[in-house]
Protein backbone atom coordinates (compact mmCIF):
# COMPACT_ATOMS: atom_id res chain seq x y z
CA UNK A 1 0.00 0.00 0.00
CA UNK A 2 1.14 3.55 -0.76
CA UNK A 3 -0.18 6.62 0.84
CA UNK A 4 0.98 10.07 -0.74
CA UNK A 5 0.33 13.46 1.12
CA UNK A 6 0.52 16.95 -0.54
CA UNK A 7 1.50 19.71 1.34
CA UNK A 8 2.45 23.29 0.26
CA UNK A 9 -0.67 24.90 -1.29
CA UNK A 10 -1.90 28.01 -0.05
CA UNK A 11 -3.77 31.23 -1.36
CA UNK A 12 -1.41 33.78 -3.32
CA UNK A 13 -1.65 36.42 -5.68
CA UNK A 14 -0.66 36.87 -9.22
CA UNK A 15 2.50 36.15 -10.19
CA UNK A 16 3.98 34.67 -6.77
CA UNK A 17 5.48 31.73 -6.21
CA UNK A 18 4.82 28.23 -4.76
CA UNK A 19 6.11 24.92 -3.91
CA UNK A 20 4.12 21.62 -3.37
CA UNK A 21 5.81 18.72 -1.56
CA UNK A 22 3.96 15.44 -2.11
CA UNK A 23 5.70 12.66 -0.05
CA UNK A 24 4.87 8.68 0.11
CA UNK A 25 4.82 6.15 2.63
CA UNK A 26 4.33 2.51 2.79
CA UNK A 27 6.30 1.59 -0.23
CA UNK A 28 9.34 2.99 -1.90
CA UNK A 29 8.47 5.37 -5.41
CA UNK A 30 11.46 5.13 -6.79
CA UNK A 31 10.52 2.65 -9.74
CA UNK A 32 7.53 4.52 -10.64
CA UNK A 33 6.43 7.61 -12.76
CA UNK A 34 5.28 10.52 -10.52
CA UNK A 35 2.68 12.93 -11.95
CA UNK A 36 0.89 16.02 -10.93
CA UNK A 37 -2.58 16.88 -11.62
CA UNK A 38 -5.49 19.52 -10.78
CA UNK A 39 -8.88 20.19 -10.46
CA UNK A 40 -11.51 22.41 -10.24
CA UNK A 41 -14.61 22.22 -9.12
CA UNK A 42 -17.33 20.30 -12.10
CA UNK A 43 -14.14 19.78 -14.34
CA UNK A 44 -12.13 16.36 -14.73
CA UNK A 45 -9.35 16.17 -13.43
CA UNK A 46 -6.31 17.74 -15.63
CA UNK A 47 -2.87 16.86 -15.94
CA UNK A 48 0.19 19.51 -14.90
CA UNK A 49 3.31 17.55 -15.13
CA UNK A 50 5.01 13.75 -14.86
CA UNK A 51 8.56 12.61 -14.24
CA UNK A 52 9.49 9.34 -15.16
CA UNK A 53 11.39 6.70 -12.58
CA UNK A 54 14.29 7.54 -14.09
CA UNK A 55 14.45 10.87 -14.47
CA UNK A 56 15.03 10.72 -17.94
CA UNK A 57 11.83 12.43 -19.09
CA UNK A 58 9.76 15.14 -17.61
CA UNK A 59 6.35 16.54 -19.37
CA UNK A 60 4.38 19.34 -19.13
CA UNK A 61 0.57 20.93 -19.59
CA UNK A 62 1.04 23.51 -22.56
CA UNK A 63 -0.58 25.70 -19.84
CA UNK A 64 2.05 25.53 -16.96
CA UNK A 65 5.37 24.72 -19.30
CA UNK A 66 7.98 27.43 -18.86
CA UNK A 67 6.57 28.06 -15.05
CA UNK A 68 6.24 24.76 -13.05
CA UNK A 69 8.67 22.34 -12.55
CA UNK A 70 8.96 19.11 -11.47
CA UNK A 71 11.37 17.00 -9.43
CA UNK A 72 11.27 13.99 -6.96
CA UNK A 73 14.02 13.49 -4.50
CA UNK A 74 13.82 9.38 -3.98
CA UNK A 75 16.04 9.47 -1.09
CA UNK A 76 12.83 11.53 0.88
CA UNK A 77 10.59 9.64 -1.12
CA UNK A 78 9.07 12.42 -2.82
CA UNK A 79 7.98 15.03 -5.60
CA UNK A 80 7.65 18.47 -5.80
CA UNK A 81 5.93 21.07 -8.13
CA UNK A 82 7.46 24.31 -8.15
CA UNK A 83 4.96 27.10 -9.56
CA UNK A 84 5.89 30.13 -10.37
CA UNK A 85 4.71 33.26 -11.92
CA UNK A 86 1.12 31.96 -11.10
CA UNK A 87 -1.96 32.90 -12.37
CA UNK A 88 -5.83 32.99 -11.26
CA UNK A 89 -6.26 30.14 -13.81
CA UNK A 90 -4.66 28.05 -11.73
CA UNK A 91 -6.65 27.93 -9.12
CA UNK A 92 -7.25 24.13 -8.56
CA UNK A 93 -6.73 21.49 -6.25
CA UNK A 94 -3.59 19.72 -6.64
CA UNK A 95 -3.09 15.93 -6.71
CA UNK A 96 -0.01 13.77 -6.93
CA UNK A 97 -0.19 10.36 -8.59
CA UNK A 98 2.02 7.10 -8.93
CA UNK A 99 1.75 6.19 -12.27
CA UNK A 100 0.45 2.41 -12.29
CA UNK A 101 2.70 0.91 -14.42
CA UNK A 102 5.83 0.66 -13.00
CA UNK A 103 9.53 1.87 -15.21
CA UNK A 104 7.24 3.49 -17.40
CA UNK A 105 9.14 6.63 -19.09
CA UNK A 106 6.09 7.33 -21.82
CA UNK A 107 4.33 10.45 -21.71
CA UNK A 108 0.49 9.90 -20.85
CA UNK A 109 -1.94 12.16 -19.13
CA UNK A 110 -4.64 10.28 -18.60
CA UNK A 111 -5.34 9.58 -14.41
CA UNK A 112 -6.61 6.56 -15.52
CA UNK A 113 -3.29 5.62 -15.95
CA UNK A 114 -2.31 6.40 -12.33
CA UNK A 115 -3.43 4.34 -9.45
CA UNK A 116 -2.25 6.10 -6.08
CA UNK A 117 -3.50 9.36 -5.58
CA UNK A 118 -3.32 12.03 -2.53
CA UNK A 119 -5.70 13.46 -0.86
CA UNK A 120 -5.20 16.89 -2.72
CA UNK A 121 -3.75 20.63 -1.38
CA UNK A 122 -5.72 23.47 -2.16
CA UNK A 123 -4.16 26.79 -4.60
CA UNK A 124 -5.69 29.52 -4.54
CA UNK A 125 -4.58 32.70 -7.17
CA UNK A 126 -6.00 35.99 -6.38
CA UNK A 127 -5.79 38.75 -9.58
Known amino acids: QVQLVESGGGLVQAGDSLRLSCAAS????????LGWFRQTPGKERQFVAA????????YYADSVEGRFTISRDSAKNTVYLQMNSLKPEDTAVYYC????????????????????WGQGTQVTVSS
Open 26 to 33: GRTLSNYA
Open 51 to 58: ITWNFGNI
Open 97 to 116: ARRSRPYSSDYDPLPGSYDY
